[in-house]
């Protein structure tokens, strides 16, 4: 088959499987270990629903958020499996990275700066999906940051887009003014801008499992209220006022 026809073959999968936002990205060297080899990727983007992060807003994570936030990174999860899949039919080889680790995992192999060794985040600027926002969180034109991601990697030769390098957010500071740990520093993002510019990461888990805790009787580290602050979530376009 020709380079131009499994491209095809491949975004008629994708189109299939669901996916409403994705972009190719040139990730040579980017990562270490194993992930470092491959010169591509695909990010892949769902999106969480308004209506699930309705109530969000009035203090934090809801039983109704995390319900969705599990199932979108569990659709994500098979979406990449069966998106490497198809690239390996199409004669490539692919690996996909998932979108979340399970609690165990995230003791295990963040460590104590608590990453991972793939950021989906840097995927998804280098495949033109959006720009990371002052609260370390990708940010879309379409949905802002109401969206999950997953990665799939491969050595097919896939047309990478122009990767995105700066931030959009203006002189905006919702996300900075509503987050309960006040974790968000304020300042803005450009390509190699280190995390901890942006996010005290640590902060943000301890108050986000204080949350959990209290509003959804659960030991995880899930928050929210930075997506529901974002004007590019269009929350109030939607219904639902800050």
């Not at 934090?60 to 319900?67: E, L």
């Not at 979108?72 to 998106?83: F, K």
């Not at 680790?101 to 999906?129: I, M, N, Q, Y």
Request: hydrophobic residues 45%; proline residues 5%; contains cysteine.
């Amino acid at each position: 088959m020709s380079t131009r026809g499994a491209l095809g073959a491949l975004e008629s999968e994708l189109e299939h499987l669901g996916v409403p936002l994705y972009g190719y990205a040139d990730v040579s060297g980017v990562f270490g270990d194993e992930w470092g080899e491959w010169p591509r990727a695909i990010s892949l983007a769902m999106a969480l629903s308004v209506e699930d992060l309705r109530d969000v807003r009035l203090g934090g994570p809801t039983p109704a958020y995390y319900d969705a936030y599990l199932t979108t990174n569990d659709r994500l999860n098979r979406v990449a499996r069966e998106v490497a899949k198809g690239i390996h039919r199409l004669g490539y080889r692919a690996r996909s990275f998932p979108a979340t680790l399970s609690g165990a995992e995230l003791h295990v192999e963040l460590g104590a700066d608590l990453a991972a060794p793939v950021s989906h985040k840097a995927v998804a600027t280098r495949a033109g999906l959006g720009w990371i926002g002052r609260s370390g969180l990708l940010v879309t034109n379409a949905l802002g940051p109401r969206v999950r991601l997953a990665s799939v990697f491969t050595d097919m030769p896939l047309p990478v887009a122009a990767p995105v390098i700066a931030g959009q957010c203006g002189a905006c500071m919702r996300c900075v003014e509503a987050c309960p740990a006040g974790a968000i520093h304020g300042n803005a993002w450009q390509q190699g801008t280190p995390r901890e510019d942006l996010v005290d990461v640590h902060a943000c888990r301890a108050a986000a499992e204080q949350l959990m805790r209290e509003r959804v009787g659960r030991d995880d580290a899930v928050c929210g209220v930075c997506i529901v602050a974002c004007q590019f979530s269009r929350m109030a376009a939607n219904g639902v006022g800050r």
